[in-house]
């Protein structure tokens, strides 16, 4: 685990801006205030399939988030290769809601533009979304395809032989097709962008001593919940 | 019974022995899938790593659909099932949310109420429609074919669906049922890694070399499959798994509505078997032939 970077009980102004962000995501997980109720057991950690790749183990981000040290969780690897397999969830003791937790800090990770240790994560996921804006529905070839060529060039070379045998099966979709819909299901998408902003938190005065459990007491997320 | 189909981006073409063969076992079981008009993406997971209220927007709009028809959406590709399912937890929970969601949909005239139910194929077939009834349609017992019943992630989590989050036991009744052997496959709900084939594929070879040398090492004859996502990762990646570590396996994936359309005696061509990277081996061909 990293060293605590601030001096004790005070909080700097990136690691404030930072859990605040990170906080009002963790507001929109069903449960999401679980979080506070973490008792370091593990099973997380010990049920993950990928943990052994991680830097930080998902028991340990749990612990650093109480530590104070989001910097540290923005940029660890963790939270790029998590595979989404919600057994870390399941297993919680305490119910808390790892996976989804995984999310709302790539996804602060992302607003807050950290360079990533993973950053073909993010090149696949902003390559997706260009596809479903542009089709309506994903064209899998397309992806990859700009995938690789962004990525790895000799690797697009070697997928020709499964392409070749995609295409011999006929399993392959020449070319991308847009759903009629297509320009409705783009207003909904500006509509949603338009709404997410006006969601953009408003920067709240932190006071020195919020920092490990009293950080995520003094939110009151539950609290929060209805207004 | 009738239900609103949302095949979901992989069944429509890659993976389609799956979207066919769910088809027709539908339809010899005398169940009326209905093909969601100009259904969209769903997101998968990846979109939902972005921006949420787009992801669910996004999501919502099939969903808006599906109730617009008045039936049970039937999702069968296991990322569609858990985002939407997802999405209707959410809606549910949050009520900003289902309100800021109904603001987007406005804006294609839609509205959607949050009930429309998510279910899985394997969930109807074993529920709705009944292994009785199944069992009556039976044309071909597997003959003691040796079965590894492969769940994976997001059919049995995170949300308490239709079977254990640990140890789900629908796949297994149903071959049981037509005369399969259930080999002991204690891997059943292990991730296959998803996606890090394309990012982290080191990661995900591993994953699924050990899936696969789990199966053999109890002598399955076939990998049965939920999941397009497992499925391909098993399937179009077997080679590479082969030269990276040594390892000889030839393990037929099949998907668990392609192994069901055999047993219902459907032809080979309508279910997809055409479309297999893995050859089925002489068992199943003879089931096939029979
Ligand atoms: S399983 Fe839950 S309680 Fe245990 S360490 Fe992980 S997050 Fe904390
Ligand atoms: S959801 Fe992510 S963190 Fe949790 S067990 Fe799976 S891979 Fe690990």
């Known amino acids: 685990m990293a060293a605590t970077s601030h001096i004790p009980f005070s909080m700097s102004h990136t690691e404030a801006e930072l859990r605040q962000i990170f906080l009002e995501q963790v507001k929109q997980i069903p449960s999401g205030e679980r979080i506070k109720r973490c008792i370091q057991c593990g099973s997380c950690t010990g049920s993950c399939p990928v943990s052994y790749a991680m830097d930080i183990s998902p028991r340990e981000l749990i612990a650093l988030f109480r530590a104070g040290e989001m910097e540290t969780i923005m940029k660890s690897r963790t939270i790029w290769i998590c595979a989404s397999c919600y057994v870390c969830t399941t297993r919680c003791p305490s119910g808390i809601k790892i996976t989804d937790i995984m999310y709302a800090l790539k996804r602060t990770a992302m607003e807050k533009k950290y360079e990533s240790k993973a950053p073909q994560v993010q090149i696949l996921a902003n390559l997706f979304i260009e596809n479903l804006m542009a089709y309506g529905r994903l064209h899998e070839g397309t992806l990859i395809r700009k995938y690789y060529m962004k990525m790895d060039l000799k690797k697009l070379f070697g997928m020709i032989p499964l392409a070749r045998k995609m295409y011999k099966t006929k399993r392959i979709a020449l070319f991308p097709k847009k759903i009629k819909a297509h320009e409705a299901l783009s207003r909904i998408i500006k509509k949603a962008n338009e709404i997410e902003v006006r969601h953009l938190p408003e920067p709240i005065e932190y006071s020195p001593e919020y920092v490990g459990y009293k950080a995520v007491g003094e939110l009151e997320l539950e609290s929060k919940k209805g207004n | ?290």
Not at chain 2, 180 to 194: D, L, T
């Open chain 2, 1 to 290: 019974m009738k239900y609103a189909y949302y095949p979901g981006c992989s069944l429509e073409k890659t993976q389609r022995g799956y979207d066919e063969s769910v088809r027709e076992v539908f339809k010899a079981l005398n169940q009326e899938l209905i093909e969601i008009d100009d259904w969209n993406c769903c997101g998968a997971t990846v979109y939902m790593s972005v921006k949420e209220t787009v992801s669910l927007a996004v999501s919502s709009r099939n969903l808006a659909l599906a109730q617009n028809m008045g039936y049970d959406i039937v999702a069968p590709c296991s990322s569609c099932f858990t985002v939407l399912s997802k999405t209707n937890r959410i809606l549910n929970q949050i009520p900003e949310m289902h309100h800021d969601v109904n603001e987007a949909l406005s804006e294609a005239g839609l509205n959607y109420s949050g009930n429309t139910k998510v279910r899985h194929p394997l969930d109807i077939l074993m529920n709705d429609v009944g292994i009785e009834t199944i069992q009556k349609k039976m044309k071909k017992n597997l003959g003691g074919l040796k079965i590894a019943p492969y769940y994976g992630c997001q059919i049995v989590r995170p949300d308490k669906t239709f079977d254990d989050h640990e140890n789900p036991v629908l796949l297994d009744k149903m071959f049981k049922k037509c005369g399969a052997e259930v080999v002991y496959f204690p891997m059943k709900v292990r991730c296959c890694g998803g996606m890090l084939m394309t990012t982290f594929e080191e990661t995900a070879l591993k994953l699924n070399k050990e899936l696969l040398a789990c199966a053999e090492a109890h002598g399955a004859d076939v990998i049965v499959t939920t999941c397009p996502l497992c499925h391909f990762n098993l399937e179009a990646y077997q080679n590479k798994i082969n030269n990276i570590y040594n390892t000889n396996f030839n393990v037929p994936i099949l998907y668990f509505t392609q192994l069901l359309g055999i047993v219902l005696g459907l032809p080979e061509k309508n279910i997809g078997l055409d479309s297999v990277f893995v050859p089925v081996g002489k068992k199943i061909s003879s089931l096939i032939m029979a």
